[in-house]
């Protein structure tokens, strides 16, 4: 039996569910080792308990929310997953893109997943206040806005324990480096095993 095929078998067992993470480069390991970003440490660590669980990590480098949703009905249709994470918004930002559409960019990807049948977490960031005080703070509350708007799970903020920390950071400062995966993961976790319960 090929590869291919055995995916597939597997797919169609009734006990096999699916985690979709669509994100950016903070979910896709920019400049870290394949295989050491937070989504296989999730994978490996976390999900022991929850055999029945895959994990499918469909994040490019670069992505915005824009990107996400046209990406994602076809995501949806291909892997029909349990659970859909949501890591978006950071180049958007970085961008200075409008605000209103990122939020509701996020919104449609969350209610698409929902009619999917999935339940959703959304992933909050944060910016440096040098984007203008404003800007930054309500990029800060966008993510929670659409998270309630849409009765979805929060993350509260990606980097959570380690956003000041410059050791944690890649030479740019704005990525992650591998040390600072496990928190990125534990920070995700906390949440996301509420949705897979």
Avoid at 123 to 137: A, D, K, L, T
Avoid at 172 to 180: K, L, R, Y
């Amino acid at each position: 039996m090929c590869a291919a095929t055995f995916q597939l078998a597997h797919a169609q067992n009734t006990s096999s569910k699916t985690i979709l993470v669509i994100g950016d480069s903070l979910s896709a390991e920019y400049g870290i080792e394949r295989g050491k970003g937070w989504v296989e440490i999730i994978k490996s660590d976390f999900l022991g308990d929850h055999e029945d669980y895959a994990i499918i990590n469909a994040s490019i480098s670069g992505d915005t929310t824009s990107g996400g949703l046209s990406r994602l009905p076809a995501l949806l249709a291909q892997h029909q997953p349990s659970v859909v994470i949501i890591e978006l918004g950071a180049n958007d930002a970085l961008r200075g893109l409008s605000l209103e559409a990122s939020k509701n960019n996020l919104g449609k990807m969350s209610e698409l997943s929902k009619q999917a049948q999935a339940n959703v977490v959304i992933v909050g960031m944060q910016i440096p206040p040098n984007f203008g005080p404003v800007y930054s703070q309500q990029f800060k509350e966008m993510f929670g806005q659409v998270a309630n708007e849409q009765n979805a799970l929060l993350v509260p903020f990606l980097f959570e324990n380690f956003a000041l920390d410059k050791s944690m950071f890649q030479d740019d400062g704005i990525h992650p480096n591998e040390s600072a995966q496990k928190t990125m993961a534990e920070n995700v976790w906390a949440v996301l095993k509420q949705a897979i319960n």
